[in-house]
């Protein structure tokens, strides 16, 4: 399995990006994604994740107010939709991935998952 993001970049606080991760070598719909962020001399941290189906999620509440996960299984992606973003948004975003059919647990944790993207860059000055 491999997973590709894309949409990053550097952008004026308080607009908005969206990103993508493509999965490829899998059957996408047979995952659980997620999204994870990882600012310079931070740990990472979780962002969002959604259900196989695309039917339930779960986001930080830190960004709940701005930022959408969902997915589209026939395009095999995940997106990150990111308003009003904020400074302290910066940071390299990943998607994540794992085997599950359930609908109602949602993983929260990075080591809840097995297969992750390299990262986009997502930069946000003021």
């Known amino acids: 399995v491999q997973l590709k993001e894309s949409g990053g970049g550097s952008v004026q606080a308080g607009t908005s990006l969206v990103l993508s991760c493509e999965l490829s070598g899998g059957i996408f719909s047979s995952y659980a994604m997620g999204w994870f962020r990882q600012a310079p001399g931070k740990e990472r941290e979780f962002v969002a994740t959604i259900n196989w189906i695309g039917n339930g999620k779960e986001v930080s509440d830190s960004v709940k107010d701005r930022f959408t996960i969902s997915r589209d299984n026939d395009k095999n992606t995940l997106y990150l939709q990111m308003n009003t973003l904020r400074p302290q948004d910066t940071a390299v975003y990943s998607c994540?991935?794992?085997?599950?059919?359930?609908?109602?647990?949602?993983?929260?944790?990075?080591?809840?998952?097995?297969?992750w993207g390299q990262g986009t860059q997502v930069t946000v000055s003021s």
């Open positions: 994540a991935a794992r085997p599950s059919y359930s609908s109602t647990y949602f993983y929260t944790h990075s080591d809840d998952y097995d297969f």
